[in-house]
């Protein structure tokens, strides 16, 4: 009888971890062929520079956030991420459209192939930034007795980041922001604690609302992290 029972946090997991994936890659297939293999390249590009100025400034927002609306502290960084991703990808794709008016064509099998390879990209590049955002970042508890293996705390694409980032290139403008990404090597572990205390949290509170919030009494502790 429990062959084929799922739970609801079962089915959340698995929406966000299979179905949201195969969503994109379907609706960026079906809705951007036309575009083109240029056109699609170009949105590739906007979509990643997104990604790495969101990547450089939302701590600095979710700092903001959080000094405003203490209770914030659990969903800031997702919000914030998301936002500034958001309007850097609207501003680029702007640009890039004002830019490059004339629609490039190659040869049919070239732009056959090259459109398919560029909406792959653009599709793996999309999960990468929901990916981070829901896994890393999102308001989505953890179990407490969870741990990270070495290989889950310093993954190849946060060595890329912070490759990027060296000298605050991915950084605010000013002298004092300006920092590598996870240059103490403890984004991943912090960010689980934060999701097993929000689980915790969760579990004291009959209203997943209250739940997602945090208590007033953070007021006082949150600070931020050199």
């Known amino acids: 009888m429990t062959l084929f029972a ?5 089915a959340l997991y698995h929406i ?33 520079f997104s990604f790495l100025i969101a990547i450089g400034w939302w701590e600095n927002l979710a700092y903001f956030l959080v000094q405003q609306v203490p209770q914030m502290v659990y969903i800031a960084d997702a919000l914030s991420f998301l936002l500034i991703f958001v309007v850097a990808l609207l501003f680029l794709d702007l640009a890039t459209r004002a830019m490059s008016t004339v629609k490039v064509k190659y040869a049919e099998m070239v732009e056959n192939i090259g459109n398919g390879v560029a909406l792959f990209l653009l599709s793996g590049a999309l999960c990468l930034t929901y990916s981070f955002a829901y896994h890393d ?6 179990n407490p007795d969870f741990t990270l293996t070495e290989g889950q705390k310093n993954p190849l694409s946060f060595q890329a980041l912070r490759l990027l980032s060296g000298g605050g290139n991915l950084g605010a403008f000013s002298e004092s922001n300006r920092k590598q990404f996870d240059g103490r090597g403890d984004f991943r572990t912090l960010q689980l ?22 208590p007033e009494s953070l007021d006082s502790k949150i600070k931020w992290r050199d």
């Open 16 to 48: 966000h971890d299979y179905a949201v994936p195969l969503i994109i890659f379907a609706t960026l297939y079906g809705f951007r062929w036309r575009v083109g293999m240029w056109g699609n390249l170009l949105s590739l590009g906007a979509v990643l």
């Open 6 to 10: 799922l739970s609801i946090p079962m």
């Open 193 to 214: 604690q934060r999701r097993q205390v929000l689980m915790l949290n969760m579990l004291d509170n009959e209203s997943p609302i209250r739940g997602i919030l945090g």
């Open 137 to 142: 970042l999102g308001p989505v508890g953890e």
